[in-house]
């Protein structure tokens, strides 16, 4: 009867996680917030853990984020990216991912690339390089910077006291084995990008885009007036970042009380809403219009979705757990390396890499998996390329004028599957080689 249970509570999960992702934006928060009413009301489990901690360093992040898209700082990084990437345009396809990926590094979220993939689609088409072969890697090297970022909501959530902070597991370690995984994964995925597809001259959607003239203007490229102060708002951000790995990777820098230091999670908190504030002070630029943009929108999207999602996914765990270990513990524990299967599927239901994270870590953990182990897994919360439906992937899309840049016959055959499925299987494999050193 137990096993049935089981079942039944799990379909309700599923079903309210794919109900959420149907509906969009905040959906995904609200409906995991009815499968934990149902999973303790009907069902009798007791509630499980709030992810307290991932929303309120969200918080603070995209506090952080939102200022400095307010004082014109993601505008002025955006202009200094093109300039870069102009000046290179044969090597659009292993440029534009790189740039890509560092925005997201420096700033937390994959929101950041939405300004330059209508730059790196121009600047691809102008040297006649298939637009498909740098958005679909630039696009998956964003996503895979929050892997990488000190300051993602990702990131804070593995390094948090409830996950592998509890084991040792710090900001140092974190980058070690996520920047250069990633670096490399990124840059094989271009190599082999650039064999991808017939040239442009030989694609017939570009040719039938030509002959009907929807393609004889230039896109002209919209230019923003930059902030005077947008750089100094740049540089203060940059600091943010600096002293979070820096606290990070030496918590002796941090207060003790009691002999313990203050922990990661008050310290990114303080140090990004301080960061904020100053942001706002040195760009003289108005708070309001902080909370108005995009990344303000986003950042409390994905904490409403992490609110609901990950106190669901905490709930029927902790209510099931004994059943759950029983049936599948010993498969991870001999073979750690499969964890990254349900990582990768629940990623793709989720639609957030934290969320992913503080649902099934706690999971891995329990069942005994190596906290390294998991740590080398992490990119396998990047899943939610699998189907093109992902606001960047639906973007880089839209800005492709020729059309080599698609969602195929059969909905999973589009663009980005196999930069997607090259850069985690590479980071992960490399993240494993990584961990036997440290």
């Known amino acids: 009867m137990s096993t049935a ?38 069902f009798g489990l007791e509630p499980g853990n709030i992810p307290i901690d991932v929303m309120l360093i969200i918080v603070a992040v995209i506090t952080a984020s939102a200022a400095l898209q307010a004082a014109g700082g993601l505008d002025y ?23 890509t990926w560092l925005f997201c590094i420096l700033a937390g979220t994959a929101h950041t690339c939405y300004a330059l993939l209508p730059i790196i689609s121009e600047i691809s088409l102008k040297a006649r390089i298939r637009p498909e072969r740098p958005l679909s890697v630039a696009t998956i090297a964003a996503s895979l910077g929050i892997t990488g970022s000190p300051v993602s909501a990702a990131t804070a959530a593995i390094l948090s006291q409830s996950l592998l902070g509890a084991h040792g597991v710090g900001m140092a370690q974190i980058l070690m084995v996520t920047i250069p995984s990633s670096l490399a994964a990124i840059l094989v995925a271009s190599f082999v990008q650039n064999f991808v597809g017939k040239p442009l001259q030989e694609d017939p959607e570009y040719q039938r885009r030509l002959q009907a003239g929807l393609l004889k203007e230039e896109v002209a490229t919209e230019k923003k007036e930059i902030n005077p102060r947008a750089k100094w708002a740049v540089l203060v951000f ?193 993240g494993y080689l990584i961990i036997q050193f440290l």
């Open 77 to 99: 990084m955006v202009e200094v990216a093109a300039r870069f990437l102009r000046r290179h345009p044969n090597h659009i396809t292993f440029y534009a991912p790189l740039t």
């Open 238 to 430: 940059l600091l943010g970042v600096v002293l979070v790995v820096l606290f990070g990777s030496f918590p002796s820098l941090r207060p003790s009380f009691n002999g313990t230091p203050v922990s990661m999670n008050s310290t990114i908190e303080m140090i990004m809403m301080s960061i904020a504030a100053l942001i706002l002070l040195v760009g003289k630029a108005d708070v309001k219009k902080a909370v108005k943009g995009n990344v303000f929108s986003a950042g409390m999207v994905a904490m409403v979705s992490i609110f609901g999602v990950a106190w669901m996914g905490s709930t029927f765990f902790e209510g099931n757990k004994n059943l759950i270990l029983g049936a599948v513990g010993g498969l991870f524990t001999q073979w750690p390396v499969l964890f990254a299967i349900p990582l990768f599927l629940m990623s793709i239901m989720l639609f957030s890499q934290a969320a992913t994270v503080k649902t099934l870590y706690p999971v891995g953990l329990a069942m005994g998996i190596p906290p390294l182990v998991l740590l080398a897994l992490f990119p396998a919360v990047n899943g939610y390329f699998f189907l093109p439906n992902y606001p960047t992937e639906v973007a880089a899309i839209g800005f492709d004028r020729t059309g080599t840049t698609k969602i195929g016959k059969y909905v999973v055959n589009h663009s980005f599957q196999l930069a997607g499925f090259i850069t985690t299987f590479v980071s992960i494999g490399l």
């Open 5 to 42: 249970l089981l079942f039944i509570e799990l379909a309700i999960v599923l079903a309210m996680i794919f109900i959420g992702a149907r509906v969009g934006s905040i959906g995904l928060g609200m409906y995991g917030m009815v499968g934990v009413f149902i999973l303790v009301f009907v």
